[in-house]
């Protein structure tokens, strides 16, 4: 493949946080009725002015600064003692052994350990399982890497009972030679989680198969009420076949300091840090400090943001129900809704342009987590709430209004 | 070339703060006489306590954080307000425009910069023209992407009229059909700098073979007294095929907020940052304010921190010319220090570990830097004047102690 072909394939134009690099001076023509008033809301990633970071968090920050060289310079793969402490934690969460020594890297947020994770084990031609709908940097990753995207669908609608993978797919796409599976959980923009059945066919698929799982836990920690969650690591997986990844940039919202972490098998780990010693050397070294607030925040602060979100989660599904032709599914856990909406007499990418001129309203088109997601918009709802519920009445009023 | 194959190339052993991971076990039966009691000094990086970070970093730092959102969040290529401002002051710098809009990029380190060039242009059967020796991640960063490697010799002991880079291979390998040349000015190991006329042929060059250049620039504000240095990007290279990259990571001690920028051709840091987006996302972004202060240190404070690094090494380059069989040549710039050694009882990899376990002192080993290099080792001389002048009268006391 050619240099010009692998950038062309790598689109940012529709990224999150990206917008401001777009022109819209084509869209007068199709613009239907007049600008709708309210506060711009950007549902294309956290704000975390109204969720701001973990109590703590600046002034741990501010120790490692004082702490000079030995906070600035560490490891490649993270400072020992923040990874020894992290280690009993993550080990405690997901419920099975960490080894803080050889099986764990910080990284530069869990970007940064995605694309460890994937450039150490997937190069040209390999077949890589990839969920659709899925986070959309997993599929340009394995393009990146000049890889084979082998497509598992996720049916999130079908019943609450599971996320709705289609296991069958999965083991078709096993026995086609997929070596690598890569997925989030829950699922990033459905917020479904997989349920124990599915974790555990997974595992076992990956066992018979000695297939290489990489299990993107970002959002794991933000669980609503009664929703059961099972760690694939803790589920019978060869542990030398499984990297799990988390990071504190949602929930926490530590997303400015870029912190991530990937743990799991040694012999991928250490190929991890290989590379992040020429991608990046290291997540930055005093940053690494903040990582000491993660699970340890205080009192009931983390009990008490789920139910803030669980909250805006309810009031922004009424309203996007009580609208003719939107469909939604509950998330079960993390800050993503991922509605359908009905044909519109506009292409979905300039009804996504059309939103943010005429209502102030920034979302993530579908078409960026999978082919057949098109007609449906991803909102990161860990927003402040009252201008979400606006903001979502004004993104079903323009659904109306541009019905085909 | 297989994955496995892939990574073992990969190594970072002997890489710079690696060390801790190393076995010495087998070590015993080479060692000769005592232990030197001393300040352990370790030369693979500077001691950024001994030469802090400039001044107000951590207070702009701190206003990133009260910033909130908008500092947390930034287009993949950083803040547009940063770049802005930054542009001005590179284009001050090195003698020629800088396109805060479309030609510059913010990233995790010079290291994130450098590791996105080389993405941006190189990929698998290229030829890349690599000067020997140079910063060891050059070399890596190619054979990752499955690049050919066109070595290019610098003889930097030569003269001290030019940094001695050998212009008929450069053109050779452009003949031989090399698209890139990545080089670092001032050298990193030996802190030479490009001579005007060097570094006009090399624009030169690159212009008749339409090959692209790619110039670290991490140490070039670091500068010894009557030092000339000439920009690549303002003498007569097409704009379009050079990028350059620099940071506040080594002179200004601000690597452990990891900042690095790269700026040149548009069509360039366009690929850049489609990659910076599934790499790493962007530079941390409460750490990329900190580069308000980069260019704007206060009074004469620049001045004074390269008056100290100079007086470091006159006073190294003394011990180490009263040595026996050792040479040195004054670094130009940077501080960077690479001696070439005698032959010695004991092979250079083995030495380097003696040299911690006995002396206390850590450098880098010169076979990281290039084939022709094992009897050198690299110095990073920003450290505590006393404690380096120490340290390096070990190191000579050693070398005479396991002389072949």
């Known amino acids: 493949m050619s240099i010009q072909d692998k950038f062309s394939k790598l689109g940012t134009d529709n990224a999150p946080g990206q917008e401001v690099r777009q022109q819209s001076s084509d869209l007068n023509t199709l613009l239907r009725g007049e600008t709708l008033p309210g506060v711009p809301v950007d549902f294309s990633h956290g704000d975390v002015d109204a969720f701001t970071p973990t109590p703590g968090a600046f002034e741990i920050f501010a120790d490692g600064v004082r702490r000079g060289g030995q906070q600035a310079y560490t490891e490649y793969r993270g400072a020992s003692r923040i990874r020894e402490e992290l280690a009993g934690k993550l080990a405690a969460f997901t419920g099975a052994p960490v080894d803080a020594a050889n099986g764990m890297i910080l990284t530069p947020g869990t970007q940064g350990a995605l694309f460890l994770a994937v450039a150490s084990t997937v190069t040209r031609g390999d077949k890589v399982a990839i969920v659709q709908p899925d986070y959309f940097a997993n599929r340009k990753l394995v393009e990146f890497f000049e890889g084979e995207i082998v497509p598992v669908r996720l049916d999130y609608m079908k019943s609450d009972a599971a996320a709705g993978l289609d296991l069958d797919q999965l083991e078709d796409a096993f026995r086609q030679g997929a070596k690598v599976f890569v997925f989030s959980n829950p699922n990033n923009p459905a917020g479904v989680v997989y349920s124990e059945a599915e974790i555990r066919r997974i595992a076992d698929l990956a066992n018979i198969y000695g297939a290489t799982v990489i299990a993107d836990q970002l959002y794991s920690r933000l669980r609503y009420t009664d929703v059961a969650y099972a760690h694939l690591r803790a589920t019978g ?60 925040e205080p009192g009931n602060w983390m009990d008490e943001r789920i139910r803030l979100h669980q909250a805006i989660r309810d009031d922004l599904l009424k309203v996007l129900r009580a609208a003719d032709g939107v469909e ?31 209502a102030g309203v920034i979302v993530t088109p579908g078409t960026e987590f999978g082919p057949h997601s098109a007609n449906s918009v991803r909102l ?7 201008a979400a519920v606006n903001a979502v009445e004004r993104l079903v009023e323009l659904v109306g209004r541009y019905r085909a």
Chains 1, 2 share one sequence.
């Open 380 to 386: 990161n709802f860990s927003q402040d709430h009252a």
């Open 237 to 296: 997986i060869n542990p030398a076949n499984v990297i799990t990844i988390m990071g504190p940039s949602k929930t926490e919202s530590l997303s400015g300091y870029r912190l991530g972490v990937a743990f799991g098998a040694p012999k991928l780990i250490e190929r991890m840090e290989k590379l992040q010693a020429i991608v990046s050397l290291r997540a930055a070294g005093y940053n690494q400090a903040v990582l000491q607030t993660w699970f340890s």
């Open 328 to 358: 939604a599914r509950a998330p079960q856990a993390g800050s993503y809704l991922f509605p359908r909406l009905p044909e519109l007499a506009v292409a979905p990418p300039d009804f996504v342009r059309i939103l943010r001129l005429q």
